[in-house]
T-cell receptor
Framework: KAGVTQTPRYLIKTRGQQVTLSCSPI?????VSWYQQTPGQGLQFLFE???????NKGNFPGRFSGRQFSNSRSEMNVSTLELGDSALYLC??????????????FGPGTRLTVL | KQEVTQIPAALSVPEGENLVLNCSFT??????LQWFRQDPGKGLTSLLL?????REQTSGRLNASLDKSSGRSTLYIAASQPGDSATYLC?????????????FGKGTHLIIQP
């Protein structure tokens, strides 16, 4: 069974631009979460989607947004990019939230560089 | 606010040794705890998941324990191999069904010397 896929794998943008990242979960998984990984802060939770609804959002500014489609695929968008947004963005999928035995499966990530 | 700490931050040992990685968390109201490994430039691979009601889980040469009351977990790796070299991350899901996602430690960077 195919794993979590993320596109694109690498992105280079300049300050002020916006970017959209895509995540396709494992077939049958309906919950998708997004995380930002930086050397200084480590892995930080951005948001989680289930059944096209955002369940919660981490402590990030409104420039970070996302959505989920009816086929469970998810996109996240970052507007007005800043240098500090340079990071590895990871997507994770699980069958559904709130299941204590449910492992989260991570994609390979999208490496975003803001110049 | 939940905080997860991993000690040591880095570890280098010769091949064949048994080793223990430590993880501590400040709020014992967790749903589960997971151990992941991350290879350079790659995503995370789930190793073990321990539910809050469990004390340990085993998979091959890996054994993870959980002491929820003291806010501690350990990952034991037996007979280490060079292929075990990676960053190991501990993460907790807070009670409430994980609506605020996983809270991660900063990881232990492990090098197994051939």
């Amino acid at each position: 069974k195919a794993g979590v896929t993320q596109t694109p794998r690498y992105l280079i943008k300049t300050r002020g631009q916006q970017v959209t990242l895509s995540c396709s979960p494992i077939s049958g998984h309906r919950s998708v979460s997004w995380y930002q990984q930086t050397p200084g802060q480590g892995l930080q939770f951005l948001f989680e989607y289930f059944s096209e609804t955002q369940r919660n959002k981490g402590n990030f500014p409104g420039r970070f947004s996302g959505r989920q489609f009816s086929n469970s695929r998810s996109e996240m968008n970052v507007s007005t990019l800043e240098l500090g947004d340079s990071a590895l963005y990871l997507c994770a999928s699980s069958r559904s939230p709130g299941v204590s035995t449910d492992t989260q499966y991570f994609g390979p990530g999208t490496r975003l560089t803001v110049l | 606010k939940q905080e997860v700490t991993q000690i040591p931050a880095a570890l280098s040992v010769p091949e064949g040794e048994n080793l223990v990685l430590n993880c501590s968390f400040t709020d014992s109201a967790i749903y589960n705890l997971q151990w992941f490994r991350q290879d350079p430039g790659k995503g995370l691979t789930s190793l073990l998941l321990i539910q809050s009601s469990q004390r340990e889980q085993t998979s091959g040469r890996l054994n993870a324990s959980l002491d929820k009351s003291s806010g501690r977990s350990t990952l034991y790796i037996a007979a280490s191999q060079p292929g075990d070299s990676a960053t190991y991350l501990c993460a907790v899901t807070n009670s409430g069904g994980g609506a605020d996602g996983l809270t991660f430690g900063k990881g232990t960077h492990l090098i197994i010397q051939p």
